[in-house]
């Protein structure tokens, strides 16, 4: 792609945009009275169960993070919240019909669950087993942050059936990495991953984030090559988003040098370029994977979904989380627990469910959801398929979107056919973009979500 091209298509859709991990957002959830209601709409569900538990303790803040963190080095503040997550499993598991269904993923986030001991990481995973029937050939994956991490800590959760690990590298270099404040050795990661392939994990993943202080399209370059000597089977290479007003320590990144729009857009082909010459799959947007591995496979089947942990294979699943902030989603609500970690211990404590904020979806918003998902996942939209669904005339139910896709059909991101729209293969470069037509309720600007590139 020529310097020209992209610094048009960086002004004209480089704009305030969703992630679209969900529809509708987060920012749509509303506050809930009483979540039970919420709850007990979806007791009756055979679907299967992912599993959700947001372990939020980290050692030490990362300036470019906006997750929802507790930054401790104190280990006994891990004792206190699994005791208070055996309670709220408890608390849920009246309503998740389990004699009917079984968990086919079960996945820890935070934070960061290699802050856990060895003897609390078991603990955890235990009263998980005693509570929830576990299927056979599930997923059970942990985001690990390799300076916590150590060979005991894998035996444990490879003890336990893990067998899918994501490690957190975001960047090899050491002058990105003091801008950040996460010194994170490349010797470091590749000692962890040694000890994943040893105790048997069938899948590492290396998440990478580009748009960072002091990267350039050369440095990330050499990152990448680093990266790739871990062989991971899939890469998450996110887009840097900027939201100070939602995570405040972020604006200590501005007095660094952050690359601009052009770069970070430089970047994102540098990106492609160098993996899929080296054997992976572009997934979509910020996923990579080796051409065998489940991700790709679903790609070429038609089989992808995404959800709160990004691309997934999972299809049809229902999300359970535990912890706090932590959300679930059925095929017709959302709900997400209460994000403080004092309050949410506090409505533990008092046998409440946590649940503060939530959704219940109408069939506008899964018509909808239903078709950003598609366009995020598989890129090519039939119209006769959603009259047939969801009796509408297509043509005439979403006439402002379709005329809102002219300007990128002009610039080779969508093909209207016979059929619909196909998403090409510049356009799934700004999925995000394609898919914002088609949101009822988006409110862009500065305030709410980062920009696309």
């Known amino acids: 792609m020529s310097i020209e091209s992209t610094r048009e298509l960086i002004t004209k859709y480089n704009r305030p945009g969703p992630r679209y991990t969900s529809y509708p957002t987060a920012l749509q959830f509303e506050p809930l009275e009483d979540p039970v209601p919420h709850f007990e709409e979806t007791s009756q569900s055979t679907a299967p169960l992912s599993l959700y538990f947001h372990l939020p303790f980290c050692e030490s803040l990362c300036w470019f993070c906006a997750c929802t963190t507790v930054i401790t080095c104190n280990r006994d503040h891990a004792d206190r919240y699994i005791d208070a997550l055996e309670k709220e499993m408890d608390l849920t598991l009246p309503y998740l019909n389990l004699k009917n269904r079984e968990a086919i993923q079960l996945h820890f986030g935070g934070g960061s669950p290699s802050f856990l001991t060895e003897e609390q990481l078991d603990r955890l995973c235990t009263s998980i087993y005693k509570r929830f029937p576990i299927a056979k050939d599930a997923e059970i994956s942990a985001e690990l942050d390799p300076r916590t991490l150590s060979e005991g800590k894998v035996k444990v959760l490879a003890k336990h059936g893990f067998n899918r690990a994501s490690f957190g ?96 857009f430089s970047m994102l082909l540098e990106t492609i370029d160098t993996l899929t010459k080296s054997g992976y799959v572009y997934i979509g947007m910020d996923h990579f994977a080796k051409a065998d591995d489940e991700l790709s496979i679903a790609l070429a089947n038609g089989g992808l979904h995404r959800n709160f942990q990004g691309y997934t294979t999972k299809a049809g699943s229902e999300l359970c989380g535990f912890g706090m902030s932590s ?13 403080d970690l004092e309050e949410w211990h506090a409505a533990i404590a008092d046998n409440r469910l946590p649940a503060t904020k939530g959704y219940r979806m109408t069939q506008e918003d899964r018509l909808r959801r239903d078709l950003i998902m598609n366009i995020m996942c598989s ?61 009822d309720y988006l409110q862009a600007g500065p305030k709410r979500h980062a920009k696309t590139i």
């Open 379 to 439: 890129g090519e939209i039939v119209y006769q398929e959603y009259n047939d669904s969801f009796g509408i005339n297509f043509s005439e139910h979403f006439s402002d979107a379709i005329a809102a896709l002219e300007e990128p059909a002009k610039d080779g991101l969508v093909e209207f056919n016979e059929k619909g729209f196909l998403v090409t293969s510049k356009g799934r470069l700004l999925l995000r973009n394609i898919a914002m037509p088609f949101d």
């Open 169 to 264: 590298v975001q960047d090899v270099n050491p002058v990105v990495q003091k801008a950040v404040h996460r010194i994170q050795p490349d010797e470091m990661n590749r000692q962890c991953a040694e000890w994943v392939r040893a105790s048997g994990f069938k899948g590492l993943n290396v998440d990478l984030i580009y748009g960072l202080p002091h990267q350039t399209v050369e440095s990330f370059r050499e990152t990448l090559q680093k990266i790739l000597a871990y062989d991971p089977d899939r890469l998450a290479v996110f887009s840097y988003a900027h939201v100070p007003w939602v995570a405040p320590a972020q604006k200590i990144l501005e007095r660094a040098t952050l690359p601009d729009p052009e770069t970070k």
């Open 327 to 339: 959300i679930s989603m059925s095929d017709i609500a959302y709900r997400q627990n209460l994000k």
